[in-house]
């Protein structure tokens, strides 16, 4: 037992180890990538006035101590091409928290201020290719520098939690960071939480997350949300909050009915008037 332990232990750091050196590579291939964009820029050929007039150039212009004028290296390479790096090292990156984070260290070093458009350009493309614990990763190291700390990306760490069925992280997160303000956070992000609850069988959550939003008198936007709230009301066995609520926001599920038959009529007249 003690030898398989022993084994164990030193694949998980060999793999570690090997993820760390992997990156190492990776950083210096961006490097090359960066210095081969430098070169490129050197031999093409400009006059003096088209180099100062740059957008690049007078944008990552900086001073240094002395005063004299130095650029960012990392203003030679397009956007796009940063984007699409770091995406394509971190699907390659085995699942190693230090590779991830190094990973992302290194990408970082080379820009003058961090880089959060660019990040979330990469998330959207992490998600697209279903990597939801890539995000998870991602968007973590990026609250662990202080970056992005907005309802926007913790919604979008909720979705990924959620996809990736860590449900139960997926709701200290919403306790600790976001719970406590819900007269201010958005529907949409109240909507991904009460369906998490309820597909999830967290009934007693759910409920105690719309009385909070009740307490602000906030009313749902769609039916969907009190149906889901009635529903878990009534596996509850609390059949009188389930009418009251139903109850209470009733015209979201007649508001519907009137529109479609709105619409009904505006199409019904048009094909009589072609066929008039």
């Known amino acids: 037992m003690w030898r398989s332990s022993s084994v164990m232990s030193y694949l998980v750091r060999r793999s570690t180890q090997l993820g760390v050196f992997r990156v190492k590579i990776l950083n210096a291939s961006y490097g090359t990538m960066v210095q081969a964009q430098i070169y490129k820029q050197s031999t093409t ?74 990040l979330k350009n990469v998330l959207l493309a992490l998600e697209k290719e279903q990597q939801w614990h890539r995000v998870i990763q991602v968007i973590k190291w990026m609250l662990s520098k202080g970056q992005g700390t907005t309802m926007g990306t913790y919604g979008q760490l909720i979705k990924a939690l959620d996809m990736d069925h860590r449900t139960e992280e997926a709701h200290k997160l919403w306790e600790k960071k976001i719970g406590s303000d819900l007269h201010s956070v958005p529907w949409q992000l109240c909507n991904r939480m009460i369906s998490i609850y309820y597909r999830n069988n967290m009934l007693e959550k759910l409920v105690k997350l719309f009385k909070g939003l009740e307490a602000f008198d906030r009313k749902p936007p769609e039916k969907s949300i009190v149906q889901k709230v009635a529903n878990a009301y009534e596996m509850l066995g609390l059949l009188e909050e389930k009418d009251r609520v139903l109850e209470k926001y009733k015209d979201l599920f007649t508001q519907t009915g009137k529109g479609n038959l709105k619409k009904f009529g505006k199409s019904s007249s048009k094909k009589k008037k072609k066929s008039g």
């Open 45 to 118: 050929k400009t006059t003096p006035e088209d180099r100062y007039n740059s957008p690049a150039t007078c944008q990552h212009e900086e001073k240094n101590v002395g005063g004299t004028q130095k650029n960012h290296t990392g203003a030679n390479v397009s956007g796009k091409d940063k984007i699409t790096f770091l995406t394509n090292t971190l699907l390659e990156l085995n699942d190693s928290k230090e590779a991830v984070y190094g990973a992302l260290d290194a990408w970082v070093a080379w820009e003058q201020n961090f880089p959060i458009a660019r």
